[in-house]
């Protein structure tokens, strides 16, 4: 834009001293040329002053919302009726706490009865030590079969068919007792389907219901927010947003009251599709808010040159 003006005020200058110098008797069309020339001149070193150069980094502001990293909605996979609820709006959790239970008395009495079933091994302790037993009868009879006679054929058979009649049976109980622990997990599995833990730390923000009233499953029933750690996502133009990369650090100015606030964010992700629509590619920049002074949700923008 400035060297389009330098480029007019130098061809203005070129006609006014043309005209000028007709005036006074000489050849306008030369003089003319000549003064062509030496504004072309003048521009150019113009255009090389530092006060006049062009810059060809201009800045661009990209706005965007920013939002928690962790932001989940809690429900259970079961219906029922909400047996406690041991925690309330506002309040700090830790990964693993338990936040809601349903009543599941029955899926906690098949817990204790499938655990039972696994825990007791007396048949096949007892079976492995029949066996044990009937594999000493059969190879003694088998000894005195091939030494001396005392044994005969059929009965030194049946000794074996015996023994590996009850080597049959213990790897069946071995095989129910794995039966018996799968049936145990799916039992906890069960049981866990009411309740909600806490998948991370944060905040629980919201709980719909309280404790007896009923619930229908996959129902949200609480919110929880993890706000130490923001992102801000922008949709810009597919142009701009290749001035972007992935792990590249930038400056975030956020809003926070009546001011922003500067946060050094690193580039998490840009889209490599464009919205055909409006030919615009989302970007999302995480950022640090571990002091808690923003509140996510709020507006923000940087700069890319």
Known sequence: MKKSLLLVGAVTLSTFGSLSFAENGLDSSAISIVSMVESDEFVASLVQDDEFSLSSNEAFTITGITEPEQDVLLSVS???RIADIPISEGQQVSSGDLLLTLDTQPERLEVER???LWQDKSELEASRQQMEIYQLLYQNAKSLHEETGAISGEDLEGKKLQYLLQVAKTNQLEVNERKEKLEYQ???ARLNKGQ???PFEGVVTKVWLDKGESTQANKPLLRVVNSNRGRFIANVDESLGRK?????SVELF????????????TVAFVSPVTDSASNLIE???HFDNSDGEIKLGVSGYLEVS
């Open 196 to 198: 909600i833990i806490a």
């Open 186 to 188: 799916l039992a906890r």
């Open 244 to 248: 972007l990369s992935v792990n590249q």
């Open 254 to 265: 956020i809003k926070a009251g009546d001011k922003h606030v500067l946060r050094q964010g």
């Open 283 to 285: 970007v999302i920049i």
């Open 78 to 80: 079961m219906a029922g």
């Open 114 to 116: 499938t655990f039972l």
